[in-house]
């Protein structure tokens, strides 16, 4: 059964940082493009960042800039480091699978999700 476990969440002041973590097992991870999606109360699920097998990636413009994101193959893991902070990125992070490896904003396009990981940014 495929697993995508987040951690690295957490509280953190506006203007720090924060590496996500995802770690996949029982996937042929390095043909899987790899997302984050963010979910924040009372708002719908949206697009953070993916990179695709060949290690392209898109970034929503809200954090473009702001986030990396990297993918270890051999370690089965997808990166998320985010710098500069702001209260408005406090949401549960989810990472995501994508057999197409499609860099898709969408989440109807994502095969499989962790239980997520809460980032709360404190102003």
């Known amino acids: 059964q495929v697993q995508l476990v987040e951690s690295g969440g957490g509280l953190v002041q506006a203007g720090g940082s924060l590496r996500l973590s995802c770690a996949a097992s029982?996937?042929?991870?390095?043909?899987?493009?790899m997302g984050w999606l963010r979910q924040a109360p009372g708002k719908d699920r949206e697009f953070v960042a993916a990179?695709?097998?060949?290690?392209?990636?898109n970034y929503a413009d809200s954090v473009k800039g702001r986030s990396t994101i990297s993918r270890d193959n051999a370690k089965n893991t997808v990166y998320l480091q985010m710098n500069s902070l702001k209260p408005e990125d406090t949401a549960v992070y989810y990472c995501?699978?994508?057999?197409?490896?499609?860099?898709?904003?969408?989440?109807?396009?994502?095969?499989?999700w962790g239980q997520g990981t809460q980032v709360t940014v404190s102003s």
């Open positions: 995501a699978a994508d057999q197409y490896w499609r860099l898709s904003a969408a989440s109807a396009d994502y095969n499989y």
């Open positions: 029982e996937l042929t991870f390095p043909n899987y493009g």
């Open positions: 990179i695709s097998l060949n290690f392209n990636t």
